[in-house]
């Protein structure tokens, strides 16, 4: 374990067999869709491509790259939009793919930008599902793991203006020493 880390929330081997659970769902829910599974950057990454591995319908990928926190562990309320689509979602079944979804504020504006450029459907899977965050009334419709009201770190997810962490394969806690 790495040396900031207090807590490991959700294992290597946790996050591996949720991969291949939600993959069937939506390989089933999607059979004949041809869904476009879009990931937030940056935290997407790593759940993107271990999700993606594990449906078995045709799927196109796309990312899109948008920002609430700016490097800090509290959300700013402001979304900026630093890469949009490069593919229609018109007439699409859209998924989002969420590394997490903690106050709700990105997915919101996500999820009314997609409906309002006229997407048939939008839906979200999530890695991780942080309820005592929100503040606005969202909620995913695939969700892998369900945690505390802690700011994680790891497969995916960053802390800091250098935004480390994101390349542990794990989902853990910081050490209260890192934030100061
Ligand atoms: O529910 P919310 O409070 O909106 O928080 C969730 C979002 O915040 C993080 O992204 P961030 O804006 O830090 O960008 P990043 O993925 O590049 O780290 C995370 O990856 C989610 O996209
Ligand atoms: O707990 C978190 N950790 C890292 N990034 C985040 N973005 C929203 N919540 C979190
Ligand atoms: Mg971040």
Known sequence: MHNDIKEILVTEEQIREKCKELGSVLSEDYKNKKPLVVGLLKGCVPFIGDLAKNIS?????????????????QSSGEIRILKDLST????????IAEDIVDTGR?????????ESRGALSVRVVTLLDKPEGRIVDIEADYIGFTIPKAFVVG??????????????????????????
């Open 106 to 114: 990105t997915l919101k504006e996500v999820i009314s930008l997609f």
């Open 155 to 180: 497969y995916g997810l960053d802390y800091g203006e250098y935004e480390f962490y994101r390349n542990l394969p794990y989902v853990g806690v910081l050490k209260e020493e890192v934030y100061s």
């Open 57 to 73: 319908a045709y799927i196109q990928i796309d990312y899109m790259d948008v920002s609430s926190y700016h490097g800090g562990t």
């Open 88 to 95: 229609s979602v018109k007439g699409r079944h859209v998924i």
